[in-house]
């Protein structure tokens, strides 16, 4: 299946997962790829696979700006090409690696797989947040299709099922208002605003107390499934610009591996047990969740299935749309 959008950014790495000088191999919309830093702090990508008798050139040697298959010495540039054949013979002109355009923006490495010439770095969605100290950036695999991920994480009114021990929330989302917007940037927003709730237990530490709050989760998409979260608390009755709690921001940004997998790229606090917390969301609570919708569709497209749609399906379903549309127009 290859229902993926290619003229897009989609995010392949956080730069800490490149090691300086070194490759970094990875599965990305069910191509093998690997990821070069340069020793000029450039990156290159460039397909794991070489040439000759296909062996993964992730395994070979970056020598300078020149990746060497560990197989039979062919090396290779950024731009693809073979420039340097063990024999005394010119390196075979013929012989080339796919390459992708890479741009390494808000400490992520972003790869564009559709035509190179439209390739805008000006397009890549806005996560210049994500750059501040305290914070450990992290990935982990979810079995799961991209765009179940994103239907998890644009209705977050699961929480209140699937993370009630895990964030102690306690049923204020349905006493909120759902609005979905769009903005200039072509993002989508799911936003959720609740007035005089009980504050959940996670933010009782930072509060101090358990008055009424207003708290919002406001989750922002762009194509194909890069999300931010906003999360806001408020005192009832107060600006909500006067925050007890100073509101945060986190990147969910999710990459198709495989059409049944993907990256999930996240970022918590950078502590042992914020690490431990979002192990638990993510990987205890939310994903048996999506892998079991998953094993459930076996293989039926989504709208094939006739899903109920729900008021508060809006924004999943709005981002749902939006992809369909690209992949329309790109088939066209
Ligand atoms: S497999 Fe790479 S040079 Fe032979
Ligand atoms: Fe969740």
């Not at 964030?167 to 903005?183: A, E, L, P, R, Y």
């Not at 005089?196 to 194909?224: E, F």
């Amino acid at each position: 299946m290859s229902d993926y959008v290619r003229n897009l950014w989609y995010m392949a790495a956080w730069d800490h997962e490149v090691p300086d000088g070194g490759m970094l191999s990875r599965t990305l919309l069910d191509g093998k790829w690997l990821i070069a830093r340069l020793p000029d702090g450039d990156y290159a990508m460039l397909a794991d696979r070489c040439p000759h008798r296909f062996v993964p050139l992730s395994k070979g040697r970056l020598d300078g700006d020149v990746i060497h298959c560990p197989y039979h010495g062919l090396g290779f540039d950024r731009s693809g090409a073979c420039v340097h054949n063990p024999f005394p013979a010119p390196p075979p002109t013929h012989v080339r690696v796919a390459t992708m355009p890479i741009v390494h923006r808000h400490r992520g490495l972003w790869f564009w797989p559709g035509d190179p010439d439209k390739a805008d770095p000006a397009l890549i969605p806005d996560f210049a947040f994500v750059d501040r100290e305290g914070m450990s950036r992290s990935r982990m695999t979810i079995h799961g299709h991209y765009e179940l991920l994103t239907d998890n994480l644009m209705d977050l009114t699961h929480a209140e099922f699937l993370h009630v021990t895990s964030f102690g929330v306690n049923g204020s989302i349905f006493s909120g208002t759902q609005s979905v917007t769009k903005d200039g940037s072509g993002a989508i927003w799911n936003n959720w605003d609740m007035e005089a709730v009980t504050p959940p237990d996670w933010a009782l530490p930072l509060l101090g107390d358990s008055a009424p709050i207003d708290q919002w989760l406001h989750m922002r998409w762009h194509a194909p499934a890069c999300m931010a979260l906003t999360v806001g608390l408020a005192r009832t009755g107060t600006d909500r610009r006067a925050m007890v709690v100073p509101q945060m921001v986190n990147p969910h940004i999710i990459t198709p591996e495989t059409p049944g997998s993907s990256h999930y790229f996240y970022d918590h606090e950078a502590t042992e047990e914020a690490a431990a917390l979002a192990r638990q969301v993510f990987v205890e609570e939310d994903e048996p969740m999506i892998e079991a919708a998953q094993d459930a569709l076996a293989g039926q497209d989504f709208w094939d299935a006739r899903p109920a749609i729900l008021e508060t399906d809006a924004g999943a379903i709005r981002a749902r749309r939006r992809l369909m549309q690209l992949r329309r127009a790109e088939a066209a």
